[in-house]
């Protein structure tokens, strides 16, 4: 039996000589279940190759297309045991570095000495698996994640993503993946915990009055990957929301959105931490009707530039949702600028492309072009003076929006 004991020993050398400050993690690709390596499962792991071959035992075959549980077959292995690094809600992803792979995952916790042949018996089934179908629009990746439902996922179109899981700290699990069509581009494998924060908050309407109809609560991160959701109550319009946290002492930024059929979203960007406490927010959701303007202090664009800053790109999706949902809504879109640095003309020009930007997402994703104008205000309305601090400054560089009809 090959001891997974020298290529932890070798890894060890291996960043110790690491001469540019830090020590990019990996991992031996080993094909068989007895032979796992052990990783320490935090951060992010990345690998030049993706799995290639089945090894010395071949631990899954013959099995149905649509189980739940295992793999049809084994294709192009990688087996890894890991212990919690913490207790809390375990996620981690698999993305591969070309879209064109497809990996699928079992996950199973660690019984005794017998569990490799215990599994090819079929005697243990695994926590969480995810067995569907690639999705280039996903950028291929799967994995666990908090904004889903499934524990398991069975081959063919699916959730390419299956529920993050309570672990403990002085637990062990194995984590096997497969390489379907044995791509041989590399894939980076990140894993990270959380904790629960409880945010609380109560919802009204512009005019300090209860909303009638079912309010939705989000929870995401920047990237707009939603974490956790609850629905407020309708008699006293109160959340609570359980806030999934990175289990960190540094601080992270999240984003708290609320939203409803017949009113204009609410999001806030939020820094906490897992020993947080947050104080109830207090929320005004604004009643869509024409002559309406909401401020988007989420979109932001780099200084001179149309291109919006990356952290945009939730709010550019919530409001596609909101028109979608909302098929007689129309707006302008209106752009401005921090200051008129190279003149008034040329500051109407940004403004106005930092508009069209908007509007341009939102007619190649489906929405009319009739439902959509767009204005330029330059650099006169700025919230902020030209010369504030780096986050006003921000802030002029954005969008507002005005509704024109509903």
Known sequence: ??????????????????????????????????????????????????????????????????SLQYFKKEH????????????????????PKDTATDFDFLLFKYTDENFCSDIVKKKIKP??????????????????????????VHSGPGCHLSKAIDVKQGDRYYLVLDNVYGNKAGFSLVFDYYKTVEVTGVIKNDENDLINEEVKVLWENTAGELLAETIADKNTGEFKLDAP??????????ILS???????????????????????INIILPELKKGKNIVLNNINFFGGSPKALPAS??????????MKRNKSLTIRVDGHTNGCPGGIESSQVL?????????????????????ITSKGFNCTQML?????????QSLNRRVEILVTGY
């Open 384 to 392: 902020f003076p030209s010369t504030g601090t780096e986050e006003q």
């Open 313 to 322: 790109i939730p709010t550019f999706n919530r409001i596609l949702k909101l």
């Open 127 to 152: 926590l969480r698996t995810n067995i569907s179908r690639f999705s280039t629009e996903e950028n291929s990746v799967t994995g666990l994640s908090l904004g889903a439902n499934e524990e398991r």
């Open 258 to 280: 609320v939203e409803s059929n017949n009113h204009f979203f609410f999001e806030k960007m939020i820094k906490m931490t897992s020993e947080a406490f947050p104080d109830p």
């Open 1 to 66: 039996m090959r001891s997974t004991h020298k290529y932890l020993l070798s890894f060890t050398f291996f960043c110790f000589f690491l001469t540019i400050g830090y020590c990019q993690k990996t991992a031996p690709l080993i094909q068989d279940c007895f032979n796992a390596p052990m990783i320490k499962a935090e951060g992010e792991f990345t690998f030049t190759e993706s799995p290639q071959g089945i090894g010395e035992k071949l631990e899954f075959s013959g099995n149905p297309s649509n």
């Open 76 to 95: 192009n292995s990688a087996w890894f045991q890991f212990d919690p690094v913490t207790s809390g809600i375990l996620i981690f992803k698999i993305i």
């Open 351 to 371: 403004s106005l492309a930092r508009a069209s930007t908007v509007k341009s997402f939102l007619i190649k994703k489906g929405i009319d072009s009739e439902r």
């Open 245 to 254: 946290i990175l289990n960190t002492s540094s601080p992270e930024d999240y």
